[in-house]
């Protein structure tokens, strides 16, 4: 006896150690997974967080009766008077190629900006009072500390003029930070200080509700049908193959499919939300029927056998019984189905969803384009200032990504019954 414990005492001992690494091997693999995840989104938080600022400076702008008539405040030129403020601040500036560069201190919306400014307090008209303007990009980056302004001039945008004004205008309380509303509020623009998500996330709002509209209702009749009408046999093996073999076709696809059959078919409205939100309900079907045929099976049998028992009909038994049920898994899959609808960009390129768009749709037939589209498009960009636009809505999408799942997940558990 003691020589057999003997012998298995080591094949044991090693089996334990096997167990004990590959518990090892598993924490590891968790704890990397971790690190890089946290990595990559501390790195895009970074990259973003210059975006959610905005730097501002103070001038002082004539808005006397020579520049600015009160009875026609649209007929002022309010770009000039801007321009003769920063003229007025730094009178040394004589050169034309000069002034050029210290008018580009502002942004190029300063003018407009000037205007909503006086029609919102006329009261300022006939004085030289003091006002904010938003600053240009190259501007923006000196001031968040992105321009290293001790390097060599030729390997910056912001020449040593440039930053020798802003440094003047800083010492003298001109120049703030502050938060950056006009990042949500704004739609796309050739600025980058201007530019924001609204008109992209308006349109992928839209695109998300004519998915839902067109998915839901037809991925879960279709699980129905197959889970609990449909003859088993070789037709519906084969509809089943091909619904999984769906789930799994690269999202371009379907973008080729709605530009074959809904642009150039059908006629409809290129880069409306209208195509993009049927195109993403293509390529969502066959998640929530695979979702929804799952939900399906796991009612129990009883449930329909109790119903069929008391003189129920099928359909009855089904509609219910059974698939009440079952709505919290589809509802479940139908949301983490328009997740990934969410994030994808490249059926949207297919159908046009890429052109650059200012005002926010109103509704599902006028021109727009999606979140991650937009990203792609500020990604695309030379300027570095899109760069921090790209990561600031990278981050918007990953919060609405998370909301989605979080909203799956506690759907599932508030609803769920166990059986």
Excluded at 203 to 214: D, E, Q
Excluded at 379 to 400: G, N
Aim: aromatic share 8%.
């Amino acid at each position: 006896m003691t020589d057999l414990l003997t012998k298995v005492s080591p094949q044991l001992q090693r089996r334990h150690a096997s167990e004990t690494r590959l518990q090892w091997y598993g924490r590891l693999a968790i704890v990397l997974s971790l690190g890089f995840l946290v990595i990559m989104a501390a790195t895009i938080a970074w990259q973003a967080s210059g975006a959610l600022r905005q730097t501002y400076v103070a001038l002082e702008v004539d808005l006397s009766e020579d520049n600015v008539d009160p009875q026609n405040l649209a007929g002022a030129s309010y770009g000039k008077i801007v321009k003769a403020a920063l003229r007025d601040r730094f009178p040394d500036v004589k050169k034309r190629r000069d002034k050029r560069k210290l008018y580009g201190l502002v942004s190029p919306d300063a003018g407009l900006e000037l205007a909503r400014q006086v029609a919102a307090d006329p009261a300022m008209l006939g004085g030289k009072p003091k006002l904010w303007f938003l600053a240009s990009d190259d501007i923006g980056l000196l001031h968040s500390g992105q321009v290293d302004a001790a390097s060599d001039e030729s390997e910056r945008r912001v020449s040593d003029k440039e930053i020798a004004w802003f440094t003047s205008l800083e010492n003298d309380g001109d120049a703030a930070a502050r938060f950056n509303w006009l990042f949500f509020s704004n739609g796309d623009s050739r600025e980058p200080e201007l530019a924001g998500i609204f008109s992209a996330l308006m349109g992928s709002v839209l695109s998300l509700a004519v998915c839902f509209v067109l998915s839901f209702p037809i991925g879960v009749l279709a699980a129905i049908y197959l889970e609990e009408f449909a003859p088993k046999g070789r037709i519906s093996d084969l509809i089943e193959i091909n619904i999984n073999n769906l789930a799994a076709v690269p999202s371009i696809v379907f973008g080729l499919l709605g530009l074959a059959i809904f642009l150039n078919t059908f006629g409809l409205p290129r880069s409306t939300p209208l195509v993009g939100g049927m195109v993403l309900s293509l390529m969502t079907l066959p998640t929530i029927i695979i979702a929804s045929r799952a939900s399906l099976r796991g009612v129990p049998p009883s449930i329909r056998e109790a119903a069929l028992g008391i003189g129920a009909s099928q359909v009855q038994a089904t509609f219910h019984h059974v698939a009440p049920l079952a709505l919290p898994g589809m509802f479940t899959g139908a949301i983490v189905g328009m997740a990934r609808a969410l994030g994808d960009t490249a059926p949207l390129l297919m159908i046009g969803m890429v052109a650059f768009i200012v005002d926010a749709p109103s509704s599902i037939l006028e021109p727009a384009t999606a979140l991650p589209v937009q990203i792609f498009l500020w990604a695309d960009s030379p300027e570095r200032a899109f760069m921090e636009k790209a990561s600031a809505a990278i981050i918007v999408l990953l919060v609405f990504l998370v909301v989605m799942n979080l909203a799956a997940i506690i759907l599932r558990k508030r609803y769920e019954r166990r059986f």
